[in-house]
């Protein structure tokens, strides 16, 4: 299976907050990933391989594999086709067994839910789209600082 | 009753928004409010050479301004460029009415329905190049902006519900939207330096920014900001202040304790940062503004010296740019490219943060001035 490494340096990129933040500065376009598609650009960035991923992500979040494969394959064709991963050489992965060992902690593993890519491009699409926010009788979103 | 938008059926996408109407039927609100309570406050502030009067109905919300008390004039007889109305409920005893886009979804790209609030506050279908909306999750706090006319709104349930964050940096995307088509970019980086020169710290939350602008308060070096600060990459790269804060973890006071006696909410520390106002206790402190000579990424290392080692251009660019666009909203293509002019000009180096906290100073002074 091909190997894939981040389209750099034309794209800038950073996990903040559990969201991968990417930028490709020849596009000016930007893009996040939450959740497990933050992880699955970690290991991305450790050169593991898309079969690697697969193991790594499948010991850390709870689901089907073939759900989990083809969710994983589904975010790396969409990373590919927005150039911002590039086939690249295979690598080993040093952070594999990290990875995957790190997960093995004992604690409940989190559901599997298909990663999203979210791409900026223009005012109208800088909308990451977010889960629904309940409302109170006003009318208007009540949120905790601390949860927010 | 908890009343929520889902995307079911029974909800249909929004069709025709109109965010110029919003704004207007937010406004007359705002009117009525300010009429009930006997009149509008009126506060005005000359941020560099950019005349905003804040309109308050009421004074509860009128606690968000210490930030920006350095900047206060008198009323002047122009015509302010940007005037922000601010009120709320609870302190005025009126209810903001529901938003136009209750009970309604968007359609997304891939045709479902979704919710109207983005990640970062935006509501869809009510930003255009005219008017920006933005509900702020946390601070629950409404901005519109209308960047053509220079007027805002500024609205929350309770004034006294505020997050300590927008005590320390008020406003931050109504000033973000404005001030971005006056050619400065809010970013989120600290900066120190001389009057004749200074360095932008860049880096995410816990990186070390904070610790390292105020600990440089203790030394003959200026300030401009320990999180939040103004960039305009021509005609060659300026870093300029914004708020007269500064912000320091309640775990971290320790190392800087030349700003122990100065703390504003020393009560307040078991659950917020400890805020400083530097304004009154340092005003000399406090700069306006001075040319960037290099941007700085903080490291924490555990040696003893500090030191500054080359690090790749792109690297500074990536930690301003990712960091700016995580927080604001609105803040896409055009702040990448006029960040990207910034980091161009300047060169970029970590620094390697030692725990004797006085060489911080002198290494960034023999920087700037070599």
Redesign the interface.
């Given at each position: 299976m091909t190997h894939y490494r981040v389209n750099?340096?034309n794209v800038?990129?950073?996990i903040?907050?559990g969201?991968a933040?990417l930028?490709n500065?020849e596009s000016?376009?930007?893009y996040?990933i939450d959740s497990v598609g933050a992880v699955v650009w970690d290991y991305l960035e450790q050169g593991l391989s898309p079969g690697q991923i697969v193991e790594a992500i499948a010991a850390q979040f709870a689901g089907e594999s073939a759900t989990i494969a083809a969710g994983v394959e589904q975010l790396l064709a969409e990373l590919q086709a927005e150039q911002l991963i590039v086939p690249g050489d295979a690598i080993t992965a040093n952070g594999h067994s990290a990875a995957v060992n790190g997960a093995a902690n004992g604690t409940a593993k989190p559901l599997f839910e298909a990663p999203v890519l979210?791409k900026?491009?223009?005012?109208?699409d800088?909308?990451?789209?977010?889960?629904?926010?309940?409302?109170?009788?006003?009318?208007?979103?009540?949120?905790?600082?601390?949860?927010? | 009753m908890l009343n929520s938008i889902k995307p079911t059926a029974s909800v249909e996408p929004i069709q025709h928004p109109d965010p110029v109407g919003f704004l207007a039927d937010t406004y007359e609100f705002f009117q009525h409010v300010s009429q009930k309570v006997g009149g509008a406050l009126n506060q005005f502030y000359n941020v560099h050479g950019h005349l905003i009067q804040l309109s308050f109905a009421g004074p509860a919300l009128t606690r968000i301004t210490p930030a920006l008390a350095h900047w206060a004039v008198e009323k002047p007889a122009g015509r302010p460029a940007l005037t922000i109305h601010l009120w709320d409920d609870a302190s005025t005893g009126t209810k903001m009415p529901p938003p136009p886009w209750l009970g309604y979804g968007v359609r997304a790209s891939n045709g479902g329905l979704q919710g109207v609030y983005g990640k970062r506050g935006e509501v869809r279908g009510f930003n255009t190049d005219r008017i920006r909306t933005i509900f702020q999750w946390g601070s629950n706090v409404l901005s519109i902006v209308d960047i053509q006319h220079g007027q805002a709104i500024f609205w929350t349930r309770d004034a006294a519900q505020l997050p300590q964050w927008e005590i320390g940096s008020p406003l931050r995307n109504i000033l973000h939207l404005w001030l971005h088509e006056q050619g400065l970019q809010y970013v989120h980086a600290g900066a120190v330096g001389t009057p004749a020169g200074g360095v932008l710290l860049v880096g995410k939350g816990g990186s070390g920014k904070s610790t390292t602008a105020l600990t440089c308060l203790n030394s003959d070096l200026v300030y401009v900001s320990d999180d939040y600060c103004l960039v305009s990459p021509d005609p060659a790269p300026m870093a300029l202040n914004l708020y007269n804060t500064g912000k320091v973890r309640a775990d971290n006071i320790h190392r800087v304790p030349h700003l122990a006696p100065v703390i504003s909410n020393v009560d307040k520390l078991d659950q917020d940062k400890a805020l400083f106002f530097l304004h009154r206790f340092m005003p000399g402190k406090l700069a306006t503004g001075f040319p960037l000579k290099a941007i700085l990424i903080p490291r924490v290392t555990g040696r003893v010296d500090t030191t500054l080692t080359p690090a790749p251009a792109m690297t500074g660019l990536s930690a301003l740019t990712l960091s700016t666009v995580h927080q604001l909203p609105g803040a896409g293509p055009a702040a990448l490219q006029l960040i990207k002019r910034l980091t161009d000009q300047l060169p970029c180096y970590y620094l390697e943060l030692g725990t004797d906290l006085a060489q911080i100073p002198r290494v960034i002074k023999a920087m700037v001035i070599d």
């Open positions: 750099s340096p800038i990129h950073e903040i907050d969201e933040v930028v500065l000016g376009s930007y996040s979210h900026y491009t223009d005012m109208e800088l909308l990451l789209l977010d889960p629904i926010h309940d409302v109170d009788e006003s009318g208007w979103p009540n949120t905790n600082p601390n949860n927010a | -």
